[in-house]
């Protein structure tokens, strides 16, 4: 799959997730900066990928993938990346190819030569047959990813799968795997390895047990895992601190993609801004779901990216590990009072905290003690305990601020209690107009 296509779907899957189907075809078309005829060929594009790639495949081949968003939520917590990730970088020969590599030695160890034979009898007539080259290849791509591994031995080599693990637990164990990676990958910060090993497991224990599921775990910001496949280039570029090209969409943007323009004759504008970089940092959110990549631009200096704008994302020449160094210290110190990623003006916060009344666990101090980084608890007494913190600016930290409610109670700065009291009056306000015999 061609990387521009690649970006095209993955913004597409992510509008698909968070309308649930509210826009019509044209508005669809028109918010993702893309053709009516070209979102129908992205759904049929899907729609192969889908029918190839899961074996869990609706009753009606012509549902539409909105609808299987909307009615099998829970199924959904599966990313819808996850199918993309396996079709992305091989050809359809490619996956036929390595499926009945993977089949053949299933039971028994084999050799390269014995490979040969192998998909020479199963491969359909109409795909090309593979030669000793690609077959090696294929067998030093799968080792490399640890799917089969080499026993011990001379030559000629002899490869079986590496599944001991799963082999080697019993049922009662493997459910129990299964039960804390489901956990684990849809409540942690979310990665495409986590729902892979669940994936697989989920497989390992099908043809052993029929029941349903016992736990619904289902990570909330699902949609914005499709950021990930863009990761692994922007941690590459890190690790071999190479600048980076890509064409950045905002937030705030009407659209979410363009595509390259190869002809002059359609060639449109764009609410994308080209971008060059010297990428530093990858940080999530947590408590939004985002990606953000930190990076060091010649123009403007520290900047920060949503990940879920970036396309069309090239590596470009790399840079010295003195100047890398450098950069990476600016940044450090910069972010240093940073709530989460804010680059702004200092400032301290005071903040008292109520305890909760009749309570034996005392939850406020505990999750403050948790979340609050590094800010330290002053005073405290039977009632209450005051707290400080110096962040970057107040805009990060207002969401955790104002999410204790009545518990929370800003002292300083002056202008963001008054701030909050003004939230707080607006909040009271929406709830006046009600008449008091409903």
């Not at 039971?107 to 090696?136: G, M």
Request: hydrophobic share 35%.
């Amino acid at each position: 799959m061609a990387r521009e296509s690649f970006d095209k779907e993955i913004q597409f899957l992510r509008m698909l997730v968070l309308t649930s189907g509210a826009y019509s075809r044209q508005q669809f078309a028109e918010r993702l900066g893309i053709s009516v005829h070209t979102f129908d060929k992205t759904i049929r594009r899907l729609k192969e990928i889908i029918y190839t790639m899961s074996k869990e495949l609706p009753e009606s081949q012509g549902k539409e993938i909105t609808e299987m968003l909307r009615y099998n939520y829970y199924e959904s917590s599966d990313p819808m990346l996850l199918f993309l990730f396996r079709a992305k970088s091989l050809k359809e020969s490619e996956s036929l190819r390595l499926s009945v590599i993977l089949a053949g030695i299933q039971e028994d160890a084999l050799t390269a030569a014995e490979l040969i034979d192998v998909c020479s009898a199963n491969i359909p007539v109409d795909f090309p047959l593979p030669d000793e080259k690609t077959i090696r290849s294929d067998i030093k791509y799968l080792e490399e990813v640890g799917v089969i591994r080499r026993e011990a031995g001379g030559r000629p080599y002899r490869y079986r799968l590496h599944n001991d693990l799963v082999a080697g637990l019993t049922d009662d164990e493997l459910t129990d795997l299964y039960d804390f990676v489901d956990v684990m990958a849809n409540t942690q910060v979310p990665s495409i390895q986590g729902y892979l090993l669940r994936d697989n497991l989920k497989k390992a224990r099908k043809h052993k047990e029929t029941g349903t599921e016992l736990f619904l775990y289902k990570y909330h910001f699902y949609s914005r895992i499709l950021d990930e496949a863009h990761l692994y280039t922007l941690f590459r570029a890190i690790r071999h601190r190479r600048k980076l090209s890509f064409l950045y969409f905002s937030p705030k943007s009407r659209k979410r993609y363009t595509s390259q323009n190869t002809n002059p004759l359609f060639e449109r504008e764009t609410t994308g801004k080209q971008e060059m970089v010297l990428p530093l940092k990858v940080i999530f959110d947590h408590q939004y779901g985002r990606w953000y990549l930190l990076a060091n631009s010649g123009r403007l200096g520290i900047t920060k990216f949503r990940v879920e704008g970036l396309t069309q994302i090239q590596e470009a020449g790399s840079v010295s590990e003195e100047e890398f160094t450098r950069k990476r210290c600016e940044l450090e110190e910069k972010i240093r009072y940073s709530w989460l990623i804010d680059t702004g003006k200092p400032v301290k916060i005071r903040a008292r905290f109520y305890n909760p009344e009749g309570s034996k666990a005392n939850f406020i101090k505990e999750r403050v003690l948790l979340q609050g980084q590094w800010g330290t608890i002053t005073e405290e007494n039977d009632h209450s305990f005051l707290y400080e913190i110096t962040v970057n600016g107040t805009v990060e930290i207002r969401p955790w601020l104002r999410s204790f409610g009545s518990s929370c109670e800003v002292v300083e700065p002056l202008y963001l209690r008054r701030e909050f009291i003004a939230e707080w009056k607006e909040i009271q306000s929406y709830y006046e107009s009600i008449r008091e015999n409903i």
